[in-house]
T-cell receptor
Framework: EAGVAQSPRYKIIEKRQSVAFWCNPI?????LYWYQQILGQGPKLLIQ????????DSQLPKDRFSAERLKGVDSTLKIQPAKLEDSAVYLC?????????????FGPGTRLTVL | DQQVKQNSPSLSVQEGRISILNCDYT??????FLWYKKYPAEGPTFLIS?????DKNEDGRFTVFLNKSAKHLSLHIVPSQPGDSAVYFC??????????????FGKGTKLSVKP
């Protein structure tokens, strides 16, 4: 079974530029998550999708971050404009149904460096 | 305010001995706890979980203990192997709000198992 795919793996941009990350979850998984992991910290949830609807985006900085999952499968996370403090690893995860005991499977992440 | 705390940033253990990783939480609403393992340049991988109705769960060399009254859980690895060297994240899930499955992670503990 293929795991969660993410691209690109690494991205370096200058502040005020825009960037987009892509995620393809495990086939059949209804729930998709985007996490931000700053160096030395644990992952922090940014947004959770159930199929193509947003379940929780309370921690997403909506003035600069946006995400979509239009067809309920792939998802993109965008930052525009980027700030220095956005340097982090952006992790995508998926789970079968999104229940609180449902295992989340993580992709390898995209490491973003903002200069 | 950190709801899940891993107070030891690192732990070094000799191969064959027991590794004990600790985690404390503050929110009594948490009812499901997980441990994830993370190797460099990879996403976190699910290791083991425990429901709040249990106080112990075993899976091979890995055992998780939960002490609800102390709001404390621990992961025991016996015997420890060099391949266990990784960062271990404790995470908690709460069934409240609109985001079931929302995981709150600790900062992680880096385990080094020396041959």
């Amino acid at each position: 079974e293929a795991g969660v795919a993410q691209s690109p793996r690494y991205k370096i941009i200058e502040k005020r530029q825009s960037v987009a990350f892509w995620c393809n979850p495990i086939s059949g998984h209804a729930t998709l998550y985007w996490y931000q992991q700053i160096l030395g910290q644990g992952p922090k949830l940014l947004i959770q999708f159930q199929n193509n609807g947003v379940v929780d985006d309370s921690q997403l900085p909506k003035d600069r971050f946006s995400a979509e999952r239009l067809k309920g499968v792939d998802s993109t996370l965008k930052i525009q404009p980027a700030k220095l403090e956005d340097s982090a690893v952006y992790l995508c995860a998926s789970s079968f149904s999104g229940g609180d005991t449902d295992t989340q499977y993580f992709g390898p992440g995209t490491r973003l460096t903002v200069l | 305010d950190q709801q899940v705390k891993q107070n030891s940033p690192s732990l070094s253990v000799q191969e064959g001995r027991i590794s004990i990783l600790n985690c404390d939480y503050t929110n009594s609403m948490f009812d499901y706890f997980l441990w994830y393992k993370k190797y460099p340049a990879e996403g976190p991988t699910f290791l083991i979980s425990i429901s709040s109705i249990k106080d112990k769960n075993e899976d091979g060399r890995f055992t998780v203990f939960l002490n609800k009254s102390a709001k404390h859980l621990s992961l025991h690895i016996v015997p420890s192997q060099p391949g266990d060297s990784a960062v271990y994240f404790c995470a908690a899930s709460a069934p409240y709000g609109g985001s079931q499955g929302n995981l709150i992670f600790g900062k992680g503990t880096k385990l080094s198992v020396k041959p």
